[in-house]
């Protein structure tokens, strides 16, 4: 599988700043994905990171809270921006392993927002 | 009613334990269904994967899929501590996003020696 690491691998914010995280894959992959997980609830896809495109955002979450970049096959960043302490939560990117459906999870980015 | 309903325990049994985890689902369309374990400040780990109904065996690991009941279980045999952590159920359908995978709220298993 993957090796997937993410950076920061935690932060603590003040309201209505930015942070920038980090996904980065040992190998090249079409599909790469970030996801929530706020305590006590399920993990959430916000996100489908495009190579080369716009991300493609799920219900409830847009680019102008949640920009993302993927420049290449093997990295992408999830900006949270102007964050409020709702944002408090864990952050995953994950990726398709090459011919499976199966996903694999990165260590997470854990965000509390005071 | 939630896509993907999992009882959140805690589930506390002693290690060689039998371990029975479940969870039900509503949409019929999901077609794919995969377990993965969390440790405590880790990312998701994926553990078993299956597609459509059926039984999947991987060591201590089963893994069973009732499609007719929208049922899915996690069976691990001989527990060990170091099996304590919380499992999450995932699911998807056929023919949709590769990445939408709709999760459970996860069953935090502790296995005391």
């Known amino acids: 599988s993957a090796v997937i690491s993410q950076k920061p691998s935690r932060d603590i914010c003040q309201r209505g700043t930015s942070l920038t995280i980090q996904c980065q894959v040992d190998?090249?992959?079409?599909?790469m994905f970030w996801y929530r997980q706020q305590p006590g609830q399920s993990l959430t896809l916000i996100a489908t990171?495009?190579?080369?495109?716009?991300?493609?955002?799920e219900s409830g979450f847009v680019i102008d809270k949640f920009p993302i970049s993927r420049p290449n096959l093997t990295f992408s960043t999830l900006t949270v921006s102007n964050m409020s302490p709702e944002d408090s939560s864990i952050y995953l990117c994950?990726?398709?392993?090459?011919?499976?459906?199966?996903?694999?999870f990165g260590p997470g980015t854990r965000l509390l927002v005071l | 009613q939630k896509e993907v309903e999992q009882d959140p325990g805690p589930l506390s049994v002693p290690e060689g334990a039998i371990v029975s985890l479940n969870c039900t689902y509503s949409?019929?369309?999901?077609?794919?269904f995969m377990w993965y374990r969390q440790y405590s400040r880790k990312g998701p780990e994926l553990l078993m994967y299956?597609?459509?109904?059926g039984n999947k065996e991987d060591g201590r690991f089963t893994a069973q899929v009732d499609k007719s009941s929208k049922y899915i279980s996690l069976f691990i045999r001989d527990s060990q501590p170091s099996d304590s952590a919380t499992y999450l159920c995932?699911?998807?359908?056929?023919?949709?996003?590769?990445?939408?995978?709709?999760f459970g709220k996860g069953t935090k298993l502790s296995v005391k020696p």
């Open positions: 994950s990726v398709v392993h090459p011919g499976t459906e199966t996903q694999y």
């Open positions: 190998s090249q992959v079409t599909m």
């Open positions: 990171a495009n190579q080369g495109s716009e991300a493609t955002y």
């Open positions: 949409n019929s369309a999901f077609q794919y």
């Open positions: 299956t597609y459509s109904s």
């Open positions: 995932a699911m998807m359908g056929y023919g949709g996003s590769q990445g939408n995978l709709i």
